[in-house]
């Protein structure tokens, strides 16, 4: 009976222990698991890109202070708010297909246009992944806006093609055996550099005088030609 009693004492025991080493296990976890969603928040929250996600019908459960102040919302008024009455590119019809495209696909990037809190418009450049939850599915949306960039782009866009019609009228103005000719090669550069569908020369031999044309180029030259 001594025995009996020293070994179920002892199966006890080592119960107790299992069961304390479970339990300061799941605490542990529980521990790393809270330290760890801590850092992600402050990262989240300190980051200079906008971070939202959103539930899987497109309906705002979380943001950070930076998407805030890129869109002019407060957190607040932001949470709620449906991706709808965000998104200035896509129509309110077309968003549930695109959402249960990058649920298909799992994440995505692309560029897209945001509606700011007064209005305006800004071109925003996102990253998103779908995420499965046992609360809910959602997407974990990183925004930065490139309305500057993209403003930037386009002006350096412009000056290039100024520049090379600048070179095209410089040539043609060296090369040309009269007027005719160098007016007509200056339309032939502005209607291909810029992609103008007609441009054309005029003048007078004489102030006053009756206006003839004196050079044409572009798309539409041909049609008005035949006038």
């Not at 708010?81 to 309110?92: C, E, N, Q, V």
């Amino acid at each position: 009976r001594t025995i009996a009693a020293l070994a179920a004492a002892l199966v006890i025991i080592a119960g107790a222990i299992v069961i304390l080493i479970w339990r300061s296990g799941r605490q542990k976890l529980a521990l790393e698991q809270a330290a760890h969603d801590r850092r992600y928040r402050e990262v989240v929250e300190l980051s200079v890109d906008g971070y939202v996600r959103l539930d899987a019908e497109g309906i705002v459960l979380e943001c950070n202070e930076a998407l805030a102040r890129m869109t002019g919302y407060t957190k607040g008024e932001l949470i709620g708010m449906s991706l709808k009455m965000l998104d200035a590119h896509f129509r309110p019809e077309d968003l549930p297909g695109a959402l249960a495209r990058i649920r298909d696909t799992g994440a995505a990037r692309f560029q897209t246009r945001w509606r700011r809190a007064d209005g305006s418009v800004m071109d925003m450049d996102v990253s998103t992944v779908f995420a499965e939850d046992p609360e809910g599915d959602c997407f974990h949306g990183y925004l930065r806006d490139i309305t500057r960039d993209l403003e930037r782009r386009e002006r350096l866009q412009r000056l290039n093609v100024f520049y090379r019609f600048l070179r095209r009228i410089e040539h043609a103005n060296a090369v040309a055996l009269d007027t005719g000719s160098m007016l007509e090669d200056f339309c032939r550069a502005a209607a291909e550099e810029n992609d103008f569908a007609l441009v054309w020369a005029v003048g007078s031999n004489q102030p006053g005088g009756p206006v003839r044309l004196l050079g044409i180029a572009g798309k539409s030259a041909d049609h008005e030609r035949a006038y």
